[in-house]
T-cell receptor
């Protein structure tokens, strides 16, 4: 089993739709989790941290399910500008090393 | 505010040639520094990380090496590039705390031909 697994997609959704991505991880000791957004040929940019109690930032909601070892990202009211690849990451050991999934591609169409 | 600079943005090198990619961080001191590689259509693979000057840890055996000659400077090198070294190389930094967020430089697209 890969350390961090994501459905590669693509998820093709119309503007205004709600879309959710899941990301499973294999190390139950992980304490930190993140979602990053990556545009084509660009660096990943931090979208949001994922907290145990779940957290929301505007149209984006992240949740952590430790029992089932997955994190999720929900995007409401999708915009064309949300089209990108979404990477999940978990902390690995010390020194803030992050293990990334391969990403889920989202394409929002008019 | 903190910024991270990485160059060059694009590089085309022949097989067997040397490599040197540089990354510098501004606006912070004693950062943790990282080199990641992203092969086409794949996830980010951690190559090296450093918690201080001349303190380098390698995550995977490979044809590359890293050095940190100054607190905010991180260099990725190779003596002889292989075709398999092609990819998108990203430098990143974070503070030394636990669970801190990772921030990336703009990356270098390396093509080895």
């Amino acid at each position: 089993r890969k350390e961090v697994e994501q459905d590669p997609g693509p998820f093709n959704v119309p503007e205004g739709a709600t879309v959710a991505f899941n990301c499973t991880y294999s190390n139950s000791a992980s304490q930190s989790f993140f979602w990053y957004r990556q545009d084509c040929r660009k660096e990943p940019k931090l979208l949001m941290s994922v907290y145990s109690s779940g957290n929301e930032d505007g149209r984006f909601t992240a949740q952590l399910n430790r029992a089932s070892q997955y994190i999720s990202l929900l995007i409401r009211d999708s915009k064309l500008s949300d089209s990108a690849t979404y990477l999940c990451a978990r902390g690995s050991g010390g020194y803030n090393k992050l293990i990334f999934g391969a990403g889920t591609r989202l394409a929002v169409h008019p | 505010s903190q910024t991270i600079h990485q160059w060059p943005a694009t590089l085309v090198q022949p097989v067997g040639s040397p490599l040197s990619l540089e990354c510098t961080v501004e606006g912070t001191s004693n950062p943790n520094l990282y080199w990641y590689r992203q092969a086409a259509g794949r996830g980010l693979q951690l190559l090296f990380y450093s918690i201080g000057i001349d303190q380098i840890s390698s995550e995977v055996p490979q044809n590359l090496s890293a050095s940190r000659p100054q607190d905010r400077q991180f260099i990725l090198s190779s003596k002889k590039l292989l075709l398999s070294d092609s990819g998108f190389y990203l430098c990143a930094w974070t503070t030394g705390g636990t669970g801190e967020k990772l921030f990336f430089g703009s990356g270098t697209q390396l093509s080895v031909l």
